[in-house]
T-cell receptor, first 110, second 113 residues
Framework: DAKTTQPPSMDCAEGRAANLPCNHSTISGNEYVYWYRQIHSQGPQYIIHGLKNNETNEMASLIITEDRKSSTLILPHATLRDTAVYYCIVPPGGYNKLIFGAGTRLAVHP | NAGVTQTPKFRILKIGQSMTLQCTQDMNHNYMYWYRQDPGMGLKLIYYSVGAGITDKGEVPNGYNVSRSTTEDFPLRLELAAPSQTSVYFC????????????FGPGTRLLVL
């Protein structure tokens, strides 16, 4: 199973881009990278996922390195409501199993 | 769509009591999951189901039971509550295998005293 490594915490100024890194050096060729976030006390929320190409949706962008050993989640214009714990997850094979680590606690400040 | 709903929102149990946490989804998803989250920790998978009548254990199944008689419902049963089961419980669902986009409910906060 591919394990992920994320910094425990990060800060970002409101309106600036938040770049959250994730290392997944043991990822297999057919394993996706998923990002979820959890705002205080709420259920986790899906953000974005990708395999090898960069992806963008209305919430964020995902940049995956060419060797797929790391990725970066980008929130282009962070707001106070983006303060949350962000989880980078590489699900192992099988029935959609998400394994949540400690994640990165992002604090967006005015 | 209401998405994934959970009841109750909060419950206090005495040691040895039993209860059922309810989870319902209206998205016609085949896959459903139960997670628990202890304070300051990530989520851990308790049980999951790939369709009506099919369930399997996750990382931390001891002390829990599940059933899946319909596509919509996936209740979690605690038979003999213990203080170690004090946690926040999240139910989730997803559409199909290979698409790990899971939709989570708001959670049930359980306190066992």
């Amino acid at each position: 199973d591919a394990k992920t490594t994320q910094p425990p915490s990060m800060d970002c100024a409101e309106g600036r881009a938040a770049n959250l890194p994730c290392n997944h050096s043991t990822i297999s060729g057919n394993e996706y990278v998923y990002w979820y976030r959890q705002i205080h006390s709420q259920g986790p929320q899906y953000i974005i996922h990708g395999l090898k190409n960069n992806e963008t949706n209305e919430m964020a962008s995902l940049i995956i390195t060419e060797d797929r050993k790391s990725s970066t989640l980008i929130l282009p214009h962070a707001t106070l409501r983006d303060t949350a714990v962000y989880y980078c997850i590489v699900p192992p094979g099988g029935y959609n199993k998400l394994i949540f680590g400690a994640g990165t606690r992002l604090a967006v400040h005015p | 769509n209401a998405g994934v709903t959970q009841t109750p929102k909060f419950r206090i149990l005495k040691i040895g009591q039993s209860m059922t946490l309810q989870c319902t989804q209206d998205m016609n998803h085949n896959y459903m999951y139960w997670y628990r989250q202890d304070p300051g920790m990530g989520l851990k998978l308790i049980y999951y189901s790939v369709g009506a009548g099919i369930t399997d254990k996750g990382e931390v199944p001891n002390g829990y039971n599940v059933s899946r008689s319909t596509t919509e419902d996936f209740p979690l049963r605690l038979e003999l509550a213990a203080p170690s089961q004090t946690s926040v419980y999240f139910c989730a669902s997803s559409y199909k295998r290979g698409e790990e986009t899971q939709y989570f409910g708001p959670g049930t906060r359980l306190l066992v005293l």
